[in-house]
């Protein structure tokens, strides 16, 4: 079982709607919890980071953290083609501990 | 912002030669630099951490003597693949964090990737 599970797509949405990421983990002590998009061909640019539960926001982007579930969440509120990448999660369990990351999740938005 | 620039974003190579990837961070000072390894449609794979003046930490599984890494300065890590073969054909991505923000975590910044093609 990999430490962190994520549902690779593709997801395929229309400009305005809301998407919904997710990721799932297995190792309880994580505690830094990211979201990081990625354009094709280029390195990840970190979205939100979330410290332990709850929940944050930033524009259009929430993120919520629920570590009794070991469940992660991203949303995107009216959703844009520019925001056509792969989006992927990272956690780790210290503050300077390795990052492991999901799958990733690639996301289309069509006009 | 952190800027990280590698340098080359794309590379072809012939099956048996050595090729030189390099990680600068540009406005800051990184002690530790990382290097993954991407395939298509996959996640980041970390491959090694790189501390400046030292020796790198490699992951279980990644072999040493191909991958070499040097870290010789507190602004440049670079990664060499020697001997290269078709199946190390792949995107490679370095990270730094920026210690003086001492915001941890959330202070990694990628590079934009090389992406190495062995023929």
């Known amino acids: 079982q990999k430490e962190v599970e994520q549902d690779p797509g593709p997801l395929s949405v229309p400009e305005g709607a809301i998407v919904s990421l997710n990721c799932t983990y297995s190792?309880?002590?994580?505690?830094?919890f990211m979201w990081y998009r990625q354009y094709s061909r280029k390195g990840p640019e970190l979205l939100m980071y979330?410290?332990?539960?709850g929940n944050k926001e930033d524009g259009r982007f929430t993120a919520q953290v629920d570590k009794s579930s070991k469940y992660i969440s991203l949303f995107i509120r009216d959703s844009q083609p520019s925001d056509s990448a792969t989006y992927l999660c990272a956690m780790s369990s210290g503050g300077y501990n390795k990052l492991i990351f999901g799958a990733g999740t690639r996301l289309a938005v069509h006009p | 912002g952190a800027v990280v620039s590698q340098h080359p974003s794309w590379v072809i190579c012939k099956s048996g030669t050595s090729v030189k990837i390099e990680c600068r961070s540009l406005d800051f000072q990184a002690t530790t630099m990382f290097w993954y390894r991407q395939f298509p449609k996959q996640s980041l794979m970390l491959m090694a951490t790189?501390?400046?003046?030292?020796?790198?930490?490699?992951e279980q599984g990644v072999e040493k003597d191909k991958f070499l890494i040097n870290h010789a300065s507190l602004t440049l890590s670079t990664l060499t693949v020697t001997s290269a073969h078709p199946e190390d054909s792949s995107f490679y991505i370095c990270?730094?964090?920026?210690?003086?923000?001492?915001?941890?975590?959330?202070?990694?910044?990628f590079g934009s990737g090389t992406r190495l093609t062995v023929v």
């Open positions: 990270s730094a964090r920026d210690q003086g923000t001492g915001r941890a975590n959330y202070g990694y910044t």
């Open positions: 190792n309880s002590a994580f505690q830094y």
């Open positions: 790189s501390n400046e003046g030292s020796k790198a930490t490699y």
């Open positions: 979330t410290y332990s539960s």
